[in-house]
């Protein structure tokens, strides 16, 4: 399945480094989502954009910054992270925002660990 | 509360049994219910909507009770690729919102 794809798959980063995560849906999508998943714990929305604006900022250390250019492509920005930042990092997309009904669908997401 | 909690499981059950998943939410405004699966160190894959009226899709039956904010998944026949972990899933405004999941183990 490649509606969602997310490069890379896995990233090991020291504290010190600047990253970037991609994420492309190739689904006519207009909302796209920022998911973290660590260990033992359910999905944590991190941030939303529809139509290319955020419209969620879920309480998000500023480590993390997230960039749209347009509704195919969202970036998270990674810098100066912590080990507990290490996490699987899901991508998703929708054709409206969901919650009001519309099927979300996520990438394969990125393994980061931080060390 | 817990914004969603499901059984705590894990369940394990033979080829071809029937198993059930239950699953409540405590937020009144939710909108859109789903339940997805996630097998291991993999992404979530949407399974099914549930709508108000209940709803089936061959082996899977999904319901919702709004009054009750409890929505259920029934498998029947289990299949040994039924084998992962059971995301239910309500939505309100721009989010969903997902449970920690029920692990379900098909054996042979």
């Known amino acids: 399945e490649t509606g969602v794809t997310q490069t890379p798959r896995h990233l090991v980063m020291g504290m010190t480094n600047k990253k970037s995560l991609k994420c492309e ?3 006519g999508h207009n ?3 920022w ?3 660590s260990a033992k ?3 944590e929305l991190m941030f939303v954009y529809s139509l290319e604006e955020r419209v969620e900022n879920n309480s998000v250390p500023s480590r ?3 960039e749209c250019p347009n509704s195919s492509h969202l970036f998270l920005h990674l810098h100066t992270l912590q080990p507990e930042d290490s996490a699987l990092y899901l991508c998703a997309s929708s054709q409206g925002l969901a919650g009001e009904g519309y099927e979300q669908y996520f990438g394969p997401g990125t393994r980061l660990t931080v060390t | 509360r817990k914004e969603v909690e499901q059984d705590p ?4 059950v033979p080829e071809g049994a029937t198993v059930a998943f239950n699953c409540t939410y405590s937020n009144s405004a939710s909108q859109s219910f789903f339940w997805y699966r996630q097998d291991c160190r993999k992404e979530p ?7 108000s009226s209940g709803n089936e899709d061959g082996r899977f039956t999904a319901q919702l009770n ?6 259920s998944l029934l498998i029947r026949d289990s299949k040994l690729s039924d084998s992962a972990t059971y995301l239910c899933v309500p939505g309100s405004n721009y989010k969903l919102t997902f449970g920690k999941g029920t692990l379900l183990t098909v054996n042979p």
């Open chain 1, 35 to 37: 998911y973290k998943q």
């Open chain 1, 41 to 43: 714990k359910p999905l």
């Open chain 2, 66 to 71: 709004r009054a009750s904010q409890y929505i």
């Open chain 1, 25 to 27: 849906q190739h689904l």
């Open chain 2, 9 to 12: 499981g894990p369940f394990n």
């Open chain 2, 45 to 51: 894959k949407l399974l099914m909507s549930v709508y």
């Open chain 1, 31 to 33: 909302a796209m989502y």
């Open chain 1, 64 to 66: 993390f910054s997230p």
